[in-house]
DNA sequence: TGGAAGCGGGAACGCGCTTTCCCAGCTAGC
DNA sequence: GCTAGCTGGGAAAGCGCGTTCCCGCTTCCA
């Protein structure tokens, strides 16, 4: 038995569909009081539930928004996804979730897909790659974007344009500061720390942990310092976990060949919370302690990890907010043009807030 | 320009719409090989995407699968939901994604629009609630399901059924042991600890929390322990925190009345790591240490918080499988009844770990 | 060589809804 | 009193696709 239809009710209620259309799902006219009560009973009594796709194609608009992640269980995705969730509720929306561990080819198909269901608009969050391997799949998927966007679609990234995308209309950016963060954080952690800096970053050509880098490294020669030595791993917490490793030996072979601790103390800048939490994991595991034998800092302050102890300097964004103003940037009075005029939210304002804690005090 | 159709492709391959339908988008009769490749090679340079809303008006189904969870940033959900994703990729579906707050209304609301999308089964997340002012909210959401249900639609409960739902056809409980893993937890962790045991659990009717709650009890009663006090609190960092406030100082007050430090300490069971890891924050912000001030205790395992320190004895939950096992239930071959015999993954068969670690380590 | 069976392709209908167009009935204005 | 103008309702044409039915052609067997 499938759902009842609005012919049903139509039938039911003694109108035409017609009628029941326009009394049911708000239209331009209205019918009279007592048929438009009629109506309504009549649904009612049949548990009317108007069929979404019949009405998308009839509009052709689906009422969906496609969010592309890559790993929702991630703390960082979960938290913009949240804020799109709940600008698509005022929209009165629903969002299709695609998660693509990251790379292009994969969302260039979960594109296609949300083409195919007709998605009103896209949200990409997570970061842009321009790694060589990826350049094909880039290329392809700056292609499906186009198309969608020429077909109507509107799309938001988050962070970074689409390597290779020109910009059609409908195409946002929602630019987060990460460079300009980086290096007011390093120029902060600069101002207490007498020692050397060194970064783990993700793997070169991430353009996030790119740019995180590149300020990180600005900000220590505005303040003087020297540049830091880049480590490279994997973007997450276990890519942290293998360069604390590393670091901690250096560390440790430090310590024993100046004798006693009070070598110059290393400070690790890790590009991401998450990455962060696994390089002092590591250093604890190798019986290090934090800020005494090494202090560490991270990016995004991600809130499921602000109990950890030692707090953990970082820098926080605003990553349910940008999660929102990017939804909110394909709403369809977002028309593009003067957005910062028309009254709404100046979407792309995003801004963070360097955050120091007990990870990168200097007195341990 | 809205996206090119199947008509224009078979006018381009100059073919009838039907022939390019079934070269295009499978079906049981297949076209002679140049007549296919003729529609291919147009689909391809049209840039022709299938229209997901119309296939799914014509055929009846949409390949949508909705996930309802209270909140998508709470990592709890966020690990399930990457479950029902994956789960959803191998079975070629989208996940539509709804949170709710936790509210029986919402919820109710979530499954109409779901229903109203045609998603062919829904997932739901997320603790059921007893609570009376919850009773309308729990009758309606019922009667949605069931009409869903009804209908054809496919559901997958994670935890407990729906509060007063019959079971129609294609209703589907993913039952995980709370109360018995608690209860596990409780004599492990009687076996290392003379003290008192106190429970820091959710609202009352809180059917995991309650679950949870009166699982610890029994645990503690086998072990003849006599039975904890329960602390009420809301269900998240925040409620942890607060009942850990309350905590600190009790501790605080039987430690100068005591005298010493000598004094017997308490065990903390909060009935989710977040919980958990709220009350250690509160206890440490009072001053106290864990373990040597108290131990404490949580449950789920939370993958981003298995970096805390002092790490969380706790009892491990396979989230991811909970969601998958949850979603491939409401597959299409699921078709109920010899679940068992059916050779596939026995769903329903959940179970968890005691995980103790040094947070309730006896010796501080 | 004639006929039946089989196969590849097209015409047409239906999925459930929106929307335009049209028509009947009414009121208002001359 | 007659027509212009308006209002509320219905008929019908799509939206883009799947699918059934039908038709013309080829192939095989008698």
């Given at each position: 038995m499938a759902?009842?239809t ?9 109108v035409?569909?017609?009628t029941a259309?326009?009394v049911?799902?708000?239209s331009a006219?209205?019918p009279g ?7 309504r ?13 019949a009405q998308g ?5 689906s009422g969906l928004?496609?969010l592309i992640?890559?790993?929702i269980?991630d703390?960082y ?10 600008a ?9 979730l695609?998660t693509?561990?990251g790379?292009?080819?994969?969302e ?7 083409a195919?269901?007709r998605?009103d608009?896209?949200?990409?969050a ?9 350049r ?8 499906e974007l186009?198309?969608?966007c ?12 689409v ?11 929602v630019?987060?500061?990460n460079?300009e963060l980086a290096?007011?954080l ?6 207490g720390?007498d020692?050397d800096?060194?970064?783990?970053g993700?793997?070169?050509g991430?353009l996030?942990?790119d ?9 220590l020669?505005?303040?003087?310092r020297?540049?830091a ?5 994997a ?13 901690a ?9 100046e ?6 103390k290393l400070?690790?800048?890790a590009?991401n919370d998450?990455?962060?939490i696994g390089?002092?994991a ?5 019986g290090l302690r934090?800020?005494?034998d090494?202090?560490i ?5 991600i809130?499921t990890?602000r109990?950890?102890?030692p707090?953990?300097?970082t ?9 929102r103003?990017a ?9 593009g ?5 028309a009254?709404?939210a100046?979407?792309g304002d ?5 955050t120091l804690?007990r990870?990168?005090?200097a007195?341990a």
């Amino acid at each position: 038995m499938a759902a009842s239809t609005l012919t049903e009710v139509a039938r039911l209620a003694g109108v035409s569909p017609a009628t029941a259309s326009r009394v049911l799902n708000g239209s331009a006219r209205t019918p009279g009081k007592d048929i438009a009560e009629r109506v309504r009973q009549a649904a009612e009594s049949l548990g009317y539930i108007p069929n979404a796709q019949a009405q998308g194609l009839a509009k052709s608009s689906s009422g969906l928004i496609g969010l592309i992640v890559h790993d929702i269980a991630d703390p960082y995705f979960a938290a913009i996804a949240r804020g799109v969730q709940e600008a698509a509720r005022e929209q009165r929306r629903m969002v299709l979730l695609a998660t693509t561990g990251g790379g292009p080819a994969e969302e260039k198909e979960a594109v296609a897909a949300f083409a195919a269901r007709r998605a009103d608009s896209i949200v990409i969050a997570g970061s842009r790659s321009c790694r060589d391997e990826d350049r094909d799949g880039n290329a392809e998927l700056a292609a499906e974007l186009d198309r969608y966007c020429r077909n109507g679609g509107r799309v938001a990234v988050v962070g970074h344009p689409v390597v290779g995308a020109t910009a059609p209309d409908g195409y946002h950016v929602v630019k987060v500061p990460n460079q300009e963060l980086a290096a007011r954080l390093a120029t902060e952690l600069a101002g207490g720390w007498d020692g050397d800096f060194v970064i783990v970053g993700g793997p070169e050509g991430l353009l996030t942990s790119d740019d995180r880098v590149r300020g990180f490294q600005e900000g220590l020669e505005r303040a003087g310092r020297r540049r830091a030595e880049v480590l490279r791993s994997a973007f997450n917490r276990s890519g942290g976990y293998d360069a604390g490793l590393e670091l901690a030996a250096r560390i440790k072979a430090a310590q024993s060949a100046e004798g006693g601790a009070a070598a110059s103390k290393l400070c690790i800048f890790a590009v991401n919370d998450v990455m962060a939490i696994g390089a002092a994991a590591a250093l604890r595991s190798e019986g290090l302690r934090i800020p005494r034998d090494a202090a560490i800092a991270g990016f995004d302050d991600i809130e499921t990890l602000r109990d950890f102890r030692p707090a953990l300097s970082t820098v926080r964004l605003p990553l349910e907010d940008i999660g929102r103003l990017a939804t909110r940037a394909t709403g369809r009075h977002a028309a593009g043009g003067d957005s910062e005029a028309a009254g709404g939210a100046p979407a792309g304002d995003i801004t963070g807030e360097v955050t120091l804690r007990r990870s990168t005090e200097a007195a341990a």
